[in-house]
């Protein structure tokens, strides 16, 4: 299958659009440089958890803008003098700057949609989806419209650019799920983070492997009692119990005929 993410950009590109700076240099790269694009600081502090958070979606969410914005990261423990001067009384403080400017803002960690919303309220169309969420979404549709050997392709891609990427494990785990290669699913998930294991998608990728194993053990056992219901037709036991088991496989028509 033709590869669909590229690969990843220049490096040096990629530092010149997030980078760390300080009070000595804020002027050069926040409000001079701002005259040319707009600038995005992050103020943040190493024991900061929200900041943690935040920090990983906004570089992600800058880098895909593709130049349209940059990214200044502050740590206000080492430049106290600039925190107090911007007063900034809670943190992650993020303000976005135009023309040597403050021109919007905002206090917290937010979700990565609101993010996206903030940078192209700044940067306009050039903030639009990275590769990977147009390869998501393309392989969201493949396994809605059952197509799962498409839908693996492109969740493997994903996990090429970035092996931790949640959606894209879980999306995996299920598109082998449906493709009877459980095994694999199973090693699919095993690459979840611990602090991960109870996400969503791979809460439903976990139900899906148990789903399909208890139909692969009702199917298993269908043969004999299809024998038994051969010797016996009048083997109501046998009867209820091979559409039961068909109905777990997801032969619904067929166990609706046999009973």
Avoid at 69 to 78: A, E, R, S, T
Avoid at 147 to 159: C, G, M
Avoid at 161 to 189: S, W
Wanted: proline share 5%; aromatic share 4%; with cysteine.
């Amino acid at each position: 299958m033709e590869t669909l993410i590229k690969g990843a950009a220049d490096p040096a590109a990629a530092a010149d659009l997030v980078k760390e700076s300080d009070q000595n240099k804020f002027a050069k790269d926040v409000l001079e440089a701002s005259r040319t694009v707009p600038v995005i600081v992050d103020f943040w502090a190493p024991w900061c958890g929200p900041c943690k958070t935040l920090q990983p979606i906004i570089e992600k969410v800058v880098k895909a803008a593709k130049g349209a914005v940059k990214l200044v990261k502050i740590n206000i423990d080492q430049n106290q003098m600039l925190a107090q001067q911007l007063r900034i009384q809670s943190i992650p403080a993020v303000y976005a700057f135009k023309d040597g400017r403050p021109v919007d803002g905002f206090v917290g960690a937010q979700p990565e949609s609101q993010v996206k919303q903030f940078v192209q309220r700044l940067g306009g169309a050039g903030a639009g989806p990275s590769p990977i969420d147009e390869a998501l979404a393309m392989a969201k549709e493949a396994a809605q419209t059952g197509d799962p050997a498409t839908a693996a392709a492109l969740y493997s891609q994903i996990l090429q650019r970035e092996p931790e990427h949640i959606e894209a494990l879980g999306g995996l785990a299920r598109a082998l799920t449906a493709r009877g290669e459980i095994d694999k699913a199973r090693q699919a998930l095993a690459r979840v983070p611990k602090e991960s294991a109870n996400h969503a998608e791979i809460t439903a990728a976990r139900s899906a492997i148990e789903l399909a194993e208890q139909a692969q053990k009702a199917m298993g056992s269908a043969g004999k009692l299809r024998a038994r219901l051969e010797q016996n037709a009048d083997d109501h036991e046998a009867r209820l119990e091979l559409a039961t088991a068909l109905f777990g496989a997801g032969e619904r028509e067929t166990a609706i005929r046999d009973r």
